[in-house]
């Protein structure tokens, strides 16, 4: 695939990152926190997933931490420090979807507010240094 390919298929990801973070804040707003932390994690793991797409790479799987552990070369070191973050949104993936995920709770009855707000501010953090790196590739 040319590099010009690589990188608008990068971009429809990271296009569609940014409208499910945009779905995520109008959720938090509407009081669906658990659907609004998952929306998070879902806009941190597409950003990923099409700066891998854009860097001629094949990405695998969900979880953000892995996806900023496994990016080689130098693209690696400038997207550790976004580990913490990528980690925090990893805890979402399942248990704000699932009502036998947490004992003896729903995840409406286990997510706040405050928690699917970090949640969005996290993924906005990863979009954020993604668009970035859109700016720096060749």
Same mark, same amino acid.
């Given at each position: 695939?040319?590099?010009?390919?690589?990188?608008?298929?990068?971009?429809?990801?990271?296009?569609?990152?940014?409208?499910?973070?945009?779905?995520?804040?109008?959720?938090?707003?509407?009081?669906?926190?658990?659907?609004?932390?998952?929306?998070?994690?879902?806009? +941190?793991? *597409?950003?990923?997933?099409? #700066?891998?797409? &854009? =860097?001629? /790479? @094949?990405?695998?799987?969900?979880?953000?931490?892995?996806?900023?552990?496994?990016?080689?070369?130098?693209? +690696?070191? *400038?997207?550790?420090?976004? #580990?913490?973050? &990528? =980690?925090? /949104? @990893?805890?979402?993936?399942?248990?704000?979807?699932?009502?036998?995920?947490?004992?003896?709770?729903?995840?409406?009855?286990?997510?706040?507010?405050?928690?699917?707000? &970090?949640?969005?501010?996290?993924?906005?953090?990863?979009?954020?240094?993604?668009?970035?790196?859109?700016?720096?590739?060749?």
């Amino acid at each position: 695939m040319s590099v010009e390919k690589r990188r608008l298929e990068g971009e429809r990801w990271l296009a569609q990152a940014e409208d499910d973070l945009e779905a995520g804040r109008v959720l938090l707003a509407v009081g669906k926190h658990p659907q609004a932390a998952f929306m998070a994690q879902q806009a +941190g793991e *597409k950003a990923l997933k099409g #700066l891998w797409f &854009a =860097l001629g /790479l @094949d990405p695998w799987g969900h979880s953000l931490a892995r996806l900023v552990r496994d990016l080689p070369g130098e693209w +690696g070191q *400038k997207l550790s420090p976004l #580990l913490s973050l &990528a =980690l925090a /949104l @990893d805890k979402l993936y399942i248990p704000t979807r699932y009502p036998d995920a947490l004992p003896g709770l729903t995840p409406k009855e286990a997510y706040t507010c405050e928690e699917a707000e &970090a949640a969005l501010a996290h993924a906005e953090v990863i979009l954020e240094r993604v668009r970035q790196a859109f700016t720096e590739i060749q």
